[in-house]
């Protein structure tokens, strides 16, 4: 299993607004936790909330406790410059996701926020039809920023590895190429660019039973300049 990411996305405690702390269990904190659209009633198109995160008593197993939701994290799926990626298991459904972990420091603050921005301007955006990652919710605690994500088969160049790189036949081509266009097309209309394209960011939703279905891994994203 493999899930594509890139570009460091953490920050401070004041991220949407107001002052919200958050320390870690077994004292519980104040946590701020996201999902896409928010709720009526809450702060703006966000919400605050508690949570806390705690870690398993034998160092193996952690668990990510949102206000909404609970993850068991099973492994560690990949490792970047600035995080890693886990594979967790979310109580309320029973699903895989896949959980983006970051460190808490003052010097991605203005990266995170900067993501949480394209996060909420692509929160109208089908991913089913624009062929994008799904995003779940975010929430943090005082050392870790946790990015939550549907977790998708394999990408596209494992795929082509464990088939020792055969050409494609061109009818599968042409499926994976105007997906991505369609995603592609989808961000431009929010005026969002991809800066980082590559096989390792398309993502197979699930080859068995949806051959070739691929969606766009958030990679590096930014905004198209006027």
């Not at 036949?169 to 590559?198: G, N, S």
């Amino acid at each position: 299993m493999a899930w594509g990411f890139g570009g460091a996305r953490e920050a401070g405690a004041n991220l949407i607004g107001g002052d919200t702390s958050a320390v870690l269990f077994p004292p519980l904190g104040g946590l701020l936790c996201q999902q896409p659209g928010g709720r009526p009633g809450r702060q703006s198109q966000w919400y605050r909330g508690l949570g806390r995160a705690v870690s398993g008593s034998s160092g193996t197993m952690s668990t990510i406790q949102s206000e909404t939701d609970c993850y068991d994290i099973i492994e560690v799926l990949g490792k970047g410059t600035f995080g890693e990626v886990a594979k967790g298991w979310r109580r309320s459904t029973g699903e895989m996701v896949a959980i983006k972990i970051l460190k808490n420091d003052a010097y991605r603050n203005r990266i995170i926020k900067n993501e949480l921005k394209l996060l909420h301007c692509m929160r109208g955006l089908d991913p089913e039809e624009a062929h994008v990652i799904r995003f779940l919710e975010f929430c943090h605690d005082a050392l870790k920023f946790f990015l939550v994500f549907e977790l998708l088969e394999q990408n596209l160049f494992e795929f082509q590895k464990e088939n020792n790189f055969a050409p494609l036949p061109a009818r599968h081509i042409r499926t994976v190429t105007l997906q991505v266009l369609t995603a592609l097309a989808r961000l431009k209309e929010l005026a969002i660019i991809h800066a980082d394209l590559k096989p390792e960011n398309i993502m197979l939703v699930d080859q068995t039973r949806c051959p070739f279905r691929v969606k766009v891994s958030r990679g590096r994203l930014g905004w198209l300049r006027p």
